[in-house]
C-alpha cells in the first residue's frame, strides 16, 4: 500500500512568486492534516480536512496560504504571494476517521529567497 | 491548551548505550501522547503511542516509553543503540478524541558514535 506522497519534494521561488503544495493521502482516509516546521521550530499544525470540508483552519498563518481538498482525495496548499518567512518544511499527514496517530509523507522543503 | 516539551535538542550516544530521550507534556484533559521519527530525507513515522492502555507502550526498532501521569512525562527509551536508530525524534500529544489538535515538540537530533 503507497504511503502519503508529497509534490515536490523541493521548491526553491523567490519572494512574491505563487507555489502550489501536493499531497496524495493514503487511500481511504479521509482525515488529512498539513503542518510546517520552520528551520529548528517545532512542527506545527496548519489545518485539518475531513474528506473536502476544512474541519480545523486555526493553525493557518494568514490569508496567503490556501488549502483546498476538492473531491475529498488529493489537497494543495498554496502559497500566494509568498514571502522569506514562509521557507521551511511542509508536512502531509493523513489518518482513518476514529483512529488515533497520523501518517505523514516526506514533506515538501520550501525556500523563499 | 495541550504542549509538549522535549529536554535536549541534541542527544549523543555511543553504539550499545541506553538511549533515553525526555518529554514532558502538558494537558488539561487526558492525553494521547506519541513519538515520531525522522530519518533523513524521509516523512515522520510513528514509534508508538499511548492511548490510555498500559502505561508502557512498546514500538518499533525496540524503543519503548513509559507515561508517568503523576511526572507529566512519557519519556522514549532503548536499551542498547544501533547506529541506525541516528533521527531526529518528535514527541506529541493530543486531547482524546480530537484527532487534529496534534501539537509537537521542537525535536530532539539523536547521535549514536561507534
Not at chain 1, 506522497?5 to 493521502?25: A, N, W, Y
Request: net charge neutral.
Amino acid at each position: 500500500e503507497a504511503g502519503v506522497t508529497q509534490f515536490p519534494s523541493h521548491s526553491v521561488i523567490e519572494k512574491g512568486q505563487t507555489v502550489t503544495l501536493r499531497c496524495d493521502p493514503i487511500s481511504g482516509h479521509d482525515n488529512l492534516y498539513w503542518y510546517r516546521r520552520v528551520m529548528g521550530k517545532e512542527i506545527k499544525f496548519l489545518l485539518h480536512f475531513v474528506k473536502e470540508s476544512k474541519q480545523d483552519e486555526s493553525g493557518m498563518p494568514n490569508n496567503r496560504f490556501l488549502a483546498e481538498r476538492t473531491g475529498g482525495t488529493y489537497s494543495t496548499l498554496k502559497v500566494q504571494p509568498a514571502e522569506l518567512e514562509d521557507s521551511g518544511v511542509y508536512f502531509c499527514a493523513s489518518s482513518q476517521v476514529g483512529t488515533q496517530g497520523q501518517y505523514f509523507g516526506p514533506g515538501t522543503r520550501l525556500l523563499v529567497l | 491548551a495541550q504542549s509538549v516539551t522535549q529536554l535536549g535538542s541534541h542527544v549523543s550516544v555511543s553504539e550499545g548505550a541506553l538511549v533515553l530521550l525526555r518529554c514532558n507534556y502538558s494537558s488539561s484533559v487526558p492525553p494521547y501522547l506519541f513519538w515520531y521519527v525522522q530519518y533523513p530525507n524521509q516523512g515522520l513515522q510513528l514509534l508508538l503511542k499511548y492511548t490510555s492502555a498500559a502505561t508502557l507502550v512498546k514500538g518499533i526498532n525496540g524503543f519503548e516509553a513509559e507515561f508517568k501521569k503523576s511526572e507529566t512525562s512519557f519519556h522514549l527509551t532503548k536499551p542498547s543503540a544501533h547506529m541506525s536508530d541516528a533521527a531526529e525524534y518528535f514527541c506529541a500529544v493530543s486531547d482524546w478524541g480530537n484527532n487534529n489538535d496534534m501539537r509537537f515538540g521542537a525535536g530532539t537530533r539523536l547521535t549514536v558514535k561507534p
